[in-house]
């Protein structure tokens, strides 16, 4: 099994301390200024995990409507043009040299309320970036969104599994994301259950962090809390017993990592190594 946290939880010195991973998350490394990828900064971040054992996965660019993300980074898959499959193709290239495990891919939004028309584009976007994943030999995995904010696609599992299988590429899964999912069921057990279930086989990475399973004025209550701190029911990781992949902690602060390092500890009954 392998534990890992995003890089907004700590430095890399504090993780490295901690988890066996680090997920590197582009938009909030610093590496960019505007659009333009800065060398000297990512190679900082190198030479620094040049000096420790973690793995790696990256969190691609992705749309977010808030003042703390850059607005220059911002891509919705069903709306990308060049600049933005050079932003995108940038992390897959990085994830090709750092031999990480998985670039993580946000879904898209829905555009002039056409739910239809927006996940066609998607699939044919996605099936873009599936290609150049192919030359690169990275593995892909397309996050499950909350179902809280109605402008996301793939909220719910039978479309994400639909998106996955209409891409029909071996560098596309599935990042799933429990906490997203618990908002999506609306904090409801068995239809998390269910969730995991359809989603199971695809699953090529996780996030997991913790939030109320409602609606808030904050993030439509994609709150990223510590896991256990809210109303996930993470004993649906014992469903987990044959994934291979990395067990990611997507939360802000190291002692919410070790929150979630017990949590997985506890509930992850047949540990296997990845």
Not at 67 to 91: H, K
Not at 99 to 104: E, L, N, Q, Y
Not at 172 to 197: Q, W
Not at 216 to 245: K, W
Request: aromatic content about 8%; overall charge negative; hydrophobic content about 40%.
């Amino acid at each position: 099994m392998i534990i890992g946290a995003s890089s907004f939880a700590g430095s890399i010195p504090e993780l490295k301390e901690q988890v066996q991973s680090v997920e590197l998350y582009i938009p909030k490394l610093g590496i960019y200024e505007g659009m333009e990828l800065q060398v000297n900064r990512l190679n900082k971040i190198l030479d620094e995990l040049s000096t420790s054992n973690l793995v790696t996965s990256i969190h691609a660019p992705y749309f977010a409507d808030v003042s703390t993300y850059p607005s220059e980074l911002v891509i919705d898959t069903a709306n990308m043009e060049g600049a933005q499959f050079r932003l995108m193709g940038e992390s897959i290239e990085l994830a090709n040299r750092l031999d990480s495990k998985v670039v993580v891919v946000h879904p898209g939004r829905i555009n002039n309320s056409n739910h239809e028309a927006s996940f066609s584009k998607m699939v044919g976007n996605l099936k873009l970036l599936a290609s150049i994943a192919d030359d690169y030999g990275v593995m892909l995995g397309l996050e499950n969104k909350e179902g809280t904010d109605h402008g996301n696609l793939c909220c719910n599992a039978d479309e994400l599994i639909k998106a996955v299988d209409e891409v029909d590429s071996p560098n596309l899964g599935v990042t799933y994301d429990i906490g997203h999912a618990n908002l999506t069921c609306g904090a409801d057990s068995r239809k998390l259950l269910d969730f995991t279930e359809t989603v199971l086989k695809f699953v090529v990475h996780m996030h997991l962090h913790d939030n109320g399973g409602h609606w808030t004025n904050e993030y439509a209550g994609d709150q990223h809390m510590a896991p256990g701190s809210g109303t996930v029911d993470f004993s649906i990781l014992n469903m987990m017993s044959g994934y291979r992949g990395i067990y990611n902690l997507e939360v802000f602060s190291m002692d919410d990592v070790k929150a979630g390092k017990d949590i997985i500890r506890r509930f992850c009954s047949s540990p296997r190594k990845f």
